[in-house]
């Protein structure tokens, strides 16, 4: 029952991502799933927000960090530690897609997590100093634009939820039930849900007749398309040419989580004979 | 948009009114206008802020936490916690020592006295006087001396950023949110301007040496701190406090400075 569920959720998802949209019950409302171009005509507007806030005595997250290593409190020293445990992560990550054995990965995927958790407590400690910066200020006015221009009354997402007035009143419950929802929808939408997506006949077969042209898939130009419609685009592109390599994929699709990973196996496989080509071509010449 | 205000209270004020009578003077009815001194209760609320206010507060504050933190090198509280922390407390060695050595001397005169009050040692009674004298003494300022040191224990987070950027918010809140009633409507108490503008007003009011509005903005001050602090948010806490704080003088007590000598006018009726 609950691995029909999953292949269900998979189908409403997709819906959602070629509708552009996710339906809420509570509050009843519609979350429009946002467009390069809308963050885009958000972050237009940073540079007046940063110096409206500068204009405060608030001084920038640059600032800010050099005053604290003068003091000792952070140092770049603490600083230097903090991105070398981000670019850390980001290499193993990068490592595990490469990664055939199963034991392997497992054991890596540890690592990644520990890694996590010591990021997470230097996140926790760095951005608590940086808190009294400008950058700080203004992701949070960032954030709220993204609430405002994301919640409509209507499928059509023509009616805003709250109307400018209402929403620059609304008070902080309010507005965090709308993170809530936002983040669940985005939480929803990740990365490893789009994956899994992706790997559905009902999406596969409809991708195979677009001749890998969004324009044809989504009847949009490709400006006019939400980050998760590219996303999964991007993604369909990649099955397909996995498939074409001839390797069945496998039938099973109760657990999509393994056939994502037999999708992200085979395109390991085939990046690393790809390199391997280019290098005993290199070595011939 | 109407104002929401999240507590209103009332405050009697002693001032001067005319009060208009009507005597016979040589036969003729008069009116005959007199000021008296009255107790007139005027009204005052806090006004409940919206997200637009409590961001503007949010910016406030850490402009002030920037210029304390940044341009002055003063600790946050956080750092100073931490630094206490690796240095082993927030007492230096010699700090504890003495604090240790004072609660022993406490300790050891208490039982000392209670010794010499009871006379274990058949002392005579002008020794005796003597030595309760003494140790009354050391007991004092040994216990004076352990406050101190308690006391600049508790001092030391008053001086954090924080601690600064938040005395100097309360007061920007309670520009901005005190109000008071003009003519039936509600109005900012220290007139509706920037906060500049508020702020000369408040000046203004403090150097009158205006009794009833220095106690008034006491009165707000001490609300909207509590409220800051989130010890008090719904009308049912300011109700509590109110009722808690009744024992403390009544507002009601102050007085405006009045003509000692009420002005007469006479009019002929009409």
């Given at each position: 029952m609950s691995e029909a569920l999953k292949i269900e959720s998979c189908r409403k998802l997709y819906r959602d991502i070629v509708l552009g949209y996710s339906p809420v019950k509570n509050p009843r409302c519609f979350v429009k799933h946002l467009r390069e171009i809308d963050l885009g005509s958000i972050e237009s507007k940073s540079d007046?927000?940063?110096?409206?806030?500068?204009?405060?005595?608030?001084?920038?997250?640059?600032?800010?960090?050099?005053?604290?290593?003068?003091?000792?409190?952070?140092?770049?020293?603490?600083?230097?530690?903090?991105?070398?445990?981000?670019?850390?992560?980001?290499?193993?990550?990068?490592?595990?897609?490469?990664?055939?054995?199963?034991?392997?990965?497992?054991?890596?995927?540890?690592?990644?997590?520990?890694?996590?958790?010591?990021?997470?407590?230097?996140?926790?400690?760095?951005?608590?100093?940086?808190?009294?910066?400008?950058?700080?200020?203004?992701?949070?006015?960032?954030?709220?634009?993204?609430?405002?221009?994301?919640?409509?009354?209507?499928?059509?997402?023509?009616?805003?939820?709250?109307?400018?007035?209402?929403?620059?009143?609304?008070?902080?419950?309010?507005?965090?039930?709308?993170?809530?929802?936002?983040?669940?929808?985005?939480?929803?939408?990740?990365?490893?849900?789009?994956?899994?997506?992706?790997?559905?006949?009902?999406?596969?077969?409809?991708?195979?007749?677009?001749?890998?042209?969004?324009?044809?898939?989504?009847?949009?130009?490709?400006?006019?398309?939400?980050?998760?419609?590219?996303?999964?685009?991007?993604?369909?592109?990649?099955?397909?040419?996995?498939?074409?390599?001839?390797?069945?994929?496998?039938?099973?699709?109760?657990?999509?989580?393994?056939?994502?990973?037999?999708?992200?196996?085979?395109?390991?496989?085939?990046?690393?004979?790809?390199?391997?080509?280019?290098?005993?071509?290199?070595?011939?010449? | 948009m109407s104002l929401k205000f999240t507590w209103k209270f009332e405050v009697n004020k002693t001032q001067e009114v005319e009060k208009t009578e009507v005597e016979m003077r040589d036969g003729q009815e008069v009116k005959v206008v007199k000021k008296v001194k009255e107790k007139v209760p005027v009204k005052f609320a806090i006004l409940k802020p919206g997200r637009g206010l409590k961001e503007e507060a949010e910016i406030f504050h850490a402009g002030l936490m920037n210029e304390y933190v940044i341009n002055k090198g003063l600790m946050t509280r956080q750092q100073l916690i931490k630094r206490y922390a690796n240095d082993g407390g927030s007492m230096s060695e010699p700090e504890k020592q003495r604090y240790a050595a004072l609660l022993t001397v406490i300790l050891k005169e208490e039982e000392n006295l209670e010794r010499i009050q009871l006379n274990l040692d058949n002392l005579s009674e002008e020794e005796r006087t003597s030595k309760i004298q003494a140790s009354t003494y050391v007991l004092i300022s040994s216990r004076n001396e352990l406050g101190d040191i308690i006391s600049a224990q508790n001092n030391l987070y008053e001086h954090t950023a924080e601690t600064k950027a938040e005395e100097k918010t309360i007061f920007w809140w309670c520009l901005k949110l005190a109000y008071t009633e003009l003519n039936g409507?509600?109005?900012?108490?220290?007139?509706?301007?920037?906060?500049?503008?508020?702020?000369?007003?408040?000046?203004?009011?403090?150097?009158?040496?205006?009794?009833?509005?220095?106690?008034?903005?006491?009165?707000?001050?001490?609300?909207?701190?509590?409220?800051?602090?989130?010890?008090?948010?719904?009308?049912?806490?300011?109700?509590?406090?109110?009722?808690?704080?009744?024992?403390?003088?009544?507002?009601?007590?102050?007085?405006?400075?009045?003509?000692?000598?009420?002005?007469?006018?006479?009019?002929?009726?009409?």
């Open positions: 007046a927000v940063l110096e409206e806030i500068k204009a405060n005595g608030i001084h920038s997250e640059k600032e800010v960090l050099e005053s604290l290593d003068k003091r000792g409190v952070w140092t770049k020293k603490n600083e230097e530690e903090y991105f070398g445990l981000i670019a850390s992560i980001k290499d193993l990550e990068q490592e595990r897609k490469k990664i055939v054995s199963r034991s392997q990965a497992e054991e890596l995927l540890e690592i990644i997590a520990g890694r996590k958790r010591e990021l997470q407590e230097i996140i926790i400690e760095r951005s608590g100093h940086l808190r009294i910066s400008s950058e700080f200020f203004l992701r949070k006015k960032f954030q709220q634009e993204l609430m405002k221009i994301s919640f409509f009354k209507d499928e059509d997402l023509k009616e805003p939820l709250y109307d400018q007035e209402t929403f620059a009143d609304l008070d902080y419950k309010d507005l965090i039930v709308l993170f809530e929802v936002f983040n669940e929808v985005s939480e929803n939408l990740c990365e490893l849900n789009i994956k899994k997506v992706s790997v559905t006949p009902a999406f596969l077969n409809t991708f195979s007749l677009c001749e890998s042209d969004p324009y044809i898939f989504y009847g949009k130009p490709v400006t006019e398309l939400t980050l998760h419609q590219l996303d999964l685009f991007n993604c369909g592109k990649l099955n397909k040419t996995i498939l074409e390599q001839g390797n069945p994929p496998p039938e099973n699709y109760e657990d999509l989580d393994k056939v994502v990973l037999w999708y992200d196996t085979e395109m390991s496989l085939l990046i690393g004979r790809i390199e391997k080509n280019k290098r005993d071509a290199a070595h011939q010449h | 409507t509600y109005v900012p108490f220290f007139g509706p301007g920037t906060i500049a503008e508020r702020i000369a007003k408040y000046d203004e009011m403090e150097e009158s040496e205006d009794l009833f509005s220095s106690e008034i903005i006491k009165k707000f001050i001490w609300y909207i701190g509590m409220w800051y602090s989130g010890r008090i948010s719904t009308e049912l806490d300011f109700q509590n406090v109110t009722e808690d704080n009744k024992s403390k003088p009544e507002m009601e007590e102050v007085k405006e400075k009045v003509i000692d000598k009420p002005s007469e006018e006479a009019k002929p009726l009409a």
